[in-house]
């Protein structure tokens, strides 16, 4: 999964007073797109050496480190004559060799995000500082505190015997499926998070509700949480029509196309049709 980058080493402990060095990893984002410097066949962050304007005064943000690199969260576009060096869609992570890039650039993402939608109190309204001993942002009108936001989410595996519950979210491509997912609501358990969205996404009812394992996903800010369920194939599937285009059962021997194993989605539905789920 995105996460599996051993033996590189990510470590996301906050170093307020680190400082940029020339090969210091630096991230600078727009919108949907991350800059990033093509090396060969490999796409991989950029140093900082890459970018001559770059100084102390530059408005940056320590992130974390890579393999003991700091990496930097740049705001203002960095300049460079480096023609190798350009703007590339997130998505990118999903076919990249390099994964230990990836996932620094899409973690970066999820933290470039959080700060983004905090530079203003959610409370009183003035401009957030950052923390001096941790990541966190604060007000200095009311002293109200806000800390990275990650969502939790269940995505469950259905079963029954040897098939399968998949289902074709709306915004997918054609032909694309996977497992049943959501966030979990205020209140919830995570087993009745995964009760509840079944039941709202595909009308099943399940039973034997257990843990798989889970998966940070930076791209929505989220913590899926996998699970394992059963279900009673002859009940009958309802789909809500919103979120869900189609649902049906597929046994092992005959999978529609599914998410690469960077997703847990992808690898609970390949452990599934190799037996092994």
């Known amino acids: 999964m995105i996460q599996d980058i051993f033996p590189h080493r990510f470590d996301n402990h906050f170093q307020p007073d680190e400082m940029m060095s020339e090969q210091d990893l630096i991230l600078h984002y727009k919108d949907n797109t991350l800059l990033l410097k093509t090396n060969g066949d490999e796409l991989v962050i950029p140093r900082k050496k890459d970018f001559p304007n770059l100084t102390l005064q530059t408005h940056s943000t320590f992130l974390f480190t890579l393999n003991d690199v700091s990496c930097f969260l740049i705001w203002d576009e960095p300049e460079t004559d480096d023609t190798s060096v350009s703007f590339h869609e997130i998505s990118f992570f999903r076919t990249a060799s390099r994964k230990e890039m990836a996932f620094a650039g899409l973690v970066g993402y999820h933290l470039r995000n959080w700060y983004a939608e905090h530079r203003f109190c959610g409370r009183c309204g003035h401009k957030t500082i950052h923390k001096a001993d941790e990541r966190a942002l604060k007000c200095p009108e009311c002293k109200a505190l806000f800390f990275p936001k990650i969502s939790p989410a ?108 960077v997703s847990i989605a992808g690898e609970m539905i390949g452990k599934f049709e190799r037996g092994e789920l």
């Open 154 to 261: 269940i995505i469950v595996a259905i079963t029954c015997g040897d098939k399968i519950l998949l289902a074709r979210n709306a915004n997918f491509t054609v032909g694309r499926y996977s497992l049943v997912a959501g966030y979990a609501d205020v209140g919830e358990t995570l087993e009745e998070t995964v009760i509840r969205e079944v039941k709202e996404e595909v009308g099943l009812e399940v039973k034997n509700i257990r843990y798989y394992k889970s998966q940070p996903w930076p791209l929505s800010g989220s913590m899926m949480v996998g699970f394992i369920a059963e279900a009673d194939e002859n009940q009958p599937i309802v789909i809500d029509e919103h979120e869900i285009a189609y649902a049906a059962w597929f046994s092992r021997e005959n999978l529609p196309d599914y998410p690469p194993a």
